[in-house]
């Protein structure tokens, strides 16, 4: 397994100058906001305004801090985000409005082409084991605390905000604490 320490993820601004974002990992290393094939990152959301537009992209949003975010997403009816919620997927080439029903929120946002990728992302605490379905299978894991894990050949504590990047199975011991497990397959 391969530790991703949040002290060490890379600080820019949004597409749309609106803020800044917090790039976890990006496939392939080093590409930018309009070339990657799959990007996991997470940004403070202070203020209601519209998304970055992606063309090409899918999108799966969760909200990690904060009272929540609410979505209208391509001019349907707003659905409220929150700590609780399960992740929102949708495409990334439409207009969504965010409002901030109740002040700043932090997200969780992967994003994959839609020529290329697919990704998964799943709420989990508790107990549980995260194992790998196929070689070309990417997971990470991103906890929002303290979490103890462990594979058949490595033990490592993440911190909050901290992800790792999974070769094999490993468990993890999350108790109270929630993390997100992604999942990116190439088509």
Known sequence: MKVLRASDYKRMPWKNGGGETVEITVFPPNASVSDFDWRISMATVASDGPF???????????????NGM??????????L????????SFAADVAVDATLPEGTITDLNVMTR???????VERASGSFSVSKQSDTETI??????SVPMK??????????????????????EARNIVCYVIRVNPL
């Open 81 to 88: 985000l929150t700590r609780h919620s399960q992740p929102r």
């Open 151 to 172: 594979s058949s050949q490595d033990s490592v504590v993440l911190e909050a905000l901290d992800a790792v990047w999974i070769d094999d199975t490993i468990a993890i």
């Open 114 to 120: 839609r020529e290329s990728f697919t990704h998964q």
């Open 52 to 66: 970055s537009i992606f063309p090409g992209i899918d999108r799966t949003l969760s909200i990690l801090d904060g």
């Open 70 to 79: 609410s979505l209208a997403i391509d001019g349907a009816a707003p659905v």
């Open 140 to 145: 990470i894991v991103l906890a929002t605390g």
